[in-house]
């Protein structure tokens, strides 16, 4: 779904929400200027833990006695895992960097277009439209069997646990005694077609599948999805990020139950050089409240003990600097616009041209 994006107008006066295939926006009427903030860069980890709980039949205690089983679980268990790690880059407003566009007749600043969280998007264009991902929605699954289903009315009425325990056996092999007499041919009654043939078989694996867990007992897989955030404002070095045990799965930073996941964040020390002189610098100063971010570059790892899960190098706003934009971009003589990376804050797009005499 498309974000919804405020544009502020010099030349606006009313506030309106227009709807379209691409975004919805609103216009209101500036006076002095326009605040912003500029973002900051985060890491968002989106972690898949499959969940697997096992439930022990009724009876399986008597698995090895009837069915030969011997090594049935007798106790239920739950156990989790990690299935998959991945990073996604992005962002969220930097509060330490918030300006104001000024708005003036002698700069050629009509449109200030700000994201819905108050971060700077572009300047007298339209920003692109920024989707945002699908959540994780876990696959549907199957109802479970429920054993009585398929138990006759002789079970049903048994006296005892045991002699019900007894009696789902046998109708477990008279089970497999039908699919064999199916396969070979020799039934008394055999199905007229090969699906026919397919059906019956299948009906037969559903009623030994729901008397056999009677005695295996049952295992349900499910899987979620955790999803964290961390945007550090300096270098980090083995931070926990989270815990992760087998027993209980995802538990809290200081449950020692689980296993530290550490993270680093390296400062690659790759932010572009800054070629203005001191002068340049002090005569940009403010002119036109419009500043960008010079990302730098970090590389971030995470790791269990000494092995890591995912190492990626990444821009990183951070470790960079700011940039004001000179006034001589938007002078009456020349119209300038800009789009800005809603996860750096730096420049992606910049059009600029003189205006006609």
């Not at 006759?152 to 008279?174: D, F, H, N, V």
């Amino acid at each position: 779904m498309k974000r919804k994006i405020r544009i502020i107008s010099q030349i606006a006066a009313l506030l309106s929400m227009l709807a379209s295939p691409a975004m919805a926006y609103a216009q209101s009427p500036v006076i002095e200027g326009t605040s912003y903030y500029l973002p900051k860069t985060a890491m968002q980890f989106r972690i898949l833990i499959e969940k697997t709980s096992f439930k022990p039949g009724d009876f399986c205690d008597y698995a090895d006695r009837y069915l030969k089983l011997g090594d049935v679980a007798l106790d239920a268990k739950t156990s989790y895992r990690i299935v998959d790690i991945k990073m996604k880059v992005t962002s969220e407003a930097d509060t330490s960097k918030y300006y104001t566009a000024h708005i003036s007749p002698k700069l050629s600043i009509s449109k200030v277009y700000i994201g819905d969280n108050g971060v700077l998007r572009s300047v007298n264009t339209e920003p692109d439209p920024v989707f945002e991902e699908k959540s994780f929605v876990p696959s549907s699954k199957k109802k479970p069997l429920n054993p009585r289903d398929f138990m006759s009315e002789t079970i049903l009425s048994a006296g005892s646990r045991a002699k019900m325990a007894q009696l789902c056996a046998e109708e477990i092999y008279e089970i497999r005694n039908s699919r064999n007499d199916l396969t070979r041919g020799t039934a008394e009654t055999m199905p007229t077609d090969g699906e026919q043939l397919r059906l019956m078989l299948a009906s037969l694996d559903t009623q030994e599948a729901a008397l056999r867990s009677l005695f295996e007992g049952t295992t349900r897989i499910d899987t979620t999805e955790t999803v964290i955030m961390v945007s550090p404002d300096r270098e980090v070095d083995r931070r926990v990020l989270f815990r992760f045990s087998d027993a209980f799965g995802m538990v809290d930073a200081d449950d020692f139950s689980g296993s530290p996941y550490y993270i680093s964040v390296t400062d690659l020390r790759q932010t572009p050089e800054d070629t203005r002189t001191e002068k340049e610098k002090q005569k940009q100063k403010d002119e036109t409240g419009l500043y960008v971010n010079v990302p730098g570059r970090a590389h971030v790892t995470l790791f269990r003990e000494e092995n890591a899960c995912l190492e990626q190098d990444i821009p990183f706003a951070q470790f960079g600097r700011v940039d004001n934009l000179s006034s001589v971009l938007f002078s009456k003589k020349v119209f300038t616009s800009f789009k800005v990376s809603p996860v750096t804050g730096s420049i992606i797009d910049l059009q600029s041209e003189e205006k006609d005499k």
